[in-house]
């Protein structure tokens, strides 16, 4: 029974992350999109189709060994979610086209005016202080690596390649995180005003639950982000 409360949990997390990522990130800012020709928005929804595989992948495990099988189903949701990062673009290509084209290109300006408004909005959110701090951790954690990335890419010429993964992947989390302040906000205000207190209160749990769980992600990952490119590019050719 933990497992399946567990991999309702996750299915939770996700799905505020698919409906509302993609949304909230193409919007953007106006000052933004006066500065870019692009902004940072299927890539980082890419993140939520690699969860969905994490998800997916628990289901099989839900069912044992029935799960493997084609009678539950569950088969075939494993192999929807894996299409996901396929058919949009591979995740490799999403992550070197937003650290490219959509990072380095305008010197990082639409990837730090996002994290302007990520960090207004926190700061003036109705969420308990633990989590806040937690946000603006991660917050502050990709500012570290945005300028650590901006500084260091023409002194070593594999960066970009080497960190993108690890960038888009923290990046998304992020912004991960962010929907889910909005979520608990948008939750709490609803509560007040309705008597479907089961469902908001769902939502407050699943966006806390995203908060703890994930957000510790983005540290890690752009940990990987600053390593650089040298223990990945110094395998030699004919090893691989």
């Known amino acids: 029974m933990e497992v399946i409360s567990w991999h309702s949990s996750l299915h939770q997390a996700f799905v505020i992350g698919v409906r509302r990522s993609a949304r909230l990130i193409c919007s953007g800012s106006s000052s933004a999109r006066s500065h870019s ?15 969905c595989q994490d998800i ?29 990062t396929i058919y949009e673009g591979t995740t490799g290509i999403q992550a070197n086209d937003l650290m490219g084209r959509k990072f380095i290109s305008d010197n990082g300006f639409a990837v730090n ?11 003036d959110s109705d969420i308990e202080s633990e989590m806040k701090a937690e946000v603006s951790q991660a917050i502050e954690q ?30 998304g989390y992020l912004v991960g995180g962010w929907i889910a302040v909005r979520s608990i906000t ?11 207190k089961e469902f908001y209160n769902a939502k407050i749990i699943s966006s806390n639950f995203y908060i703890e769980q994930f957000m510790p992600l983005v540290t890690s990952f752009g940990s990987s982000a600053m390593q650089g490119s040298k223990s990945m590019m110094s395998m030699p050719d004919d090893q691989f």
């Open 186 to 196: 948008a939750a709490r205000k609803s509560l007040k005003e309705t008597d479907d």
């Open 56 to 84: 997916t992948s628990i289901a099989l495990q839900v069912h044992g060994g029935m799960g493997y099988v084609e009678e539950t189903g569950a088969a075939q949701h494993f192999r929807d979610a894996r299409i996901t």
């Open 142 to 171: 990709a500012r570290n690596v945005s300028k650590f990335i901006l500084e260091n890419i023409q002194k070593d010429p594999n960066l970009a390649g080497s960190s993108s993964y690890s960038f888009l992947m923290m990046m």
């Open 37 to 51: 020709n692009v902004y940072p928005s299927t890539s980082l929804a890419l993140v939520f189709f690699e969860l």
């Open 113 to 123: 005016d996002l994290l302007d408004q990520i960090k207004s909005e926190i700061e």
